[in-house]
């Protein structure tokens, strides 16, 4: 079921690319490990930063969720030090097998424009951003060129 899946979501994402991001299997004889990027979107400040993923399925894809992580280090309060991801859609208990990679990648571009401070995994870093936006809005950019630039 997982490979039937992940390979039409796979063609699918070919057909139908999703802006500022791109994904695939890291190697073509194991569609169950997928590496990615996505371009720091124009309206945030990780603006012209490139943050590299690493995607999981196991063979219970797509009735459990992958485990998604940035592999490049970004200062957000809902991702940590290790690249950790706290996104509602992620969660065991909030997957849902109908659910598609490409909503997935969708959610994490828009977890850049719009953090979470309600539900954070760095919670200095959204104490800063609730409190002090000019702030938050410097170290993100440095963060964003000292780890992510192209």
């Known amino acids: 079921m997982a490979l039937r899946r992940l390979q039409a979501e796979l063609l699918d994402l070919n057909k139908n690319p999703i802006d500022s991001v791109s994904v695939g299997p890291v190697d073509e004889s194991n569609v169950l ?52 991801i706290c996104v509602a859609l992620l969660k065991n208990d909030q997957w849902k097998p109908a659910t598609r990679i490409s909503q997935v990648l969708k959610s994490l571009v828009t977890l850049l424009e719009q953090p979470n401070p309600d539900d954070p995994l760095m919670t200095d870093i959204a104490e800063i951003y609730s409190t002090d936006q000019a702030k938050f809005q410097k170290n993100a950019k440095e963060h964003t060129k000292k780890y992510a630039s192209a």
């Open 33 to 84: 490990h997928w590496r990615g990027q996505i371009a720091g979107p124009a309206n945030s400040p990780y603006k012209g930063g490139i943050f590299k993923l690493d995607i999981v399925f196991t063979t219970d894809y797509p009735f459990k969720p992958p485990k998604v992580k940035f592999l490049t280090k970004v200062y957000h309060p809902n991702i940590d030090e290790e690249g950790a």
